[in-house]
């Protein structure tokens, strides 16, 4: 059986949480990322995902904003809750569990947003984007014959022409601005990550994991945005089998706006 790690910013884990189980139920991925999941630890909703065979948890959440967790059929070690910027902000951890016989560092990251104006001089939220981009140069992807590294989660950037719906419309919105796609791209080649979504798929074929609220019908119009990622250490890049954007969860009954993304790898 292929090791699977999916990533999915659920925004608001409680509200969404049965999605959340249906998708486990559905996909069965060996271990589930979520961001944004907007709920303090000790009201997360851990029983639920128990019961459903995700027994091993972990989780850095505050009240209402931000909030990741990692959720694991296999054992887990956590190894860092790391507070970017010095905000306080709940935003990565980041665990170890074995597959493939190598241990397996997993990154879960929730990048901020950036507000609406991509103005630092008028906007702190989004001057503290690139900060927080060029903090996590000291995140790498760094492997050898017994370990690899994996980065998963909504990292609020479409780096890409083929990231979004129209690369000239979008050079001036958050997200795809030059700043943001540059230090982005610099910070992911100079931590020796792989992208593992573009390998599978390059571009110029388009990939979305992001649609607006904002649109009538979203998958009419199809403006969407790929801000969710997948990279991995070199040494397992040979071993991807597939990558899944389950856009049908987008469609689903109170739906997040971002959707699933699946990584399988030909090893368990």
């Known amino acids: 059986m292929p090791f699977t790690v999916a990533t999915w910013n659920i925004n608001s884990v409680r509200l969404r949480l049965p999605l959340v189980t249906r998708f486990l ?4 991925p060996d ?11 000790e009201l997360f909703p851990a029983e639920a995902f128990r019961a459903a065979g995700y027994g091993n948890i972990a989780i850095s959440g505050q009240k209402g904003y931000h909030g990741v967790a990692t959720l694991s059929r296999r054992p887990l070690e956590l190894v860092e809750k790391r507070d970017f910027c010095a905000k306080g902000d709940c935003r990565h951890l980041s665990v170890k569990l074995d597959a493939g016989g190598r241990k397996v560092l997993l990154h879960n990251f929730y990048v901020p947003a950036g507000g609406d104006a991509p103005d630092p001089a008028i906007n702190p939220k989004f001057r503290r984007k690139p900060d927080f981009a060029a903090e996590m140069r000291g995140i790498r992807g760094l492997h050898d014959g017994e370990s690899a590294s994996v980065l998963v989660g909504d990292l609020n950037i479409a780096p890409l022409e083929a990231d979004v719906w129209s690369h000239k419309q979008l050079l001036n919105v958050v997200s795809h601005t030059p700043v943001e796609t540059e230090g982005l791209e610099s910070m ?21 994991t992001w649609w607006s609220y904002r649109a009538q019908d979203w998958a009419a119009s199809d403006r969407g945005r790929r801000l969710d990622h997948v990279w991995s250490s070199a040494n397992i890049a040979p071993d991807l089998k597939d990558i899944t954007v389950l856009r049908e969860a987008r469609g689903w009954e109170r739906p997040s706006d971002h959707v699933p993304v699946i990584a399988s790898f030909g090893f368990d």
């Open 188 to 208: 992911r080649l100079g931590g020796e990550w792989r992208d593992l979504m573009r390998e599978h798929t390059p571009p110029p074929e388009r990939i979305y």
């Open 25 to 28: 139920a559905e996909f069965q």
């Open 31 to 41: 271990v589930l990322c979520l961001q944004e999941t907007k709920c303090p630890d």
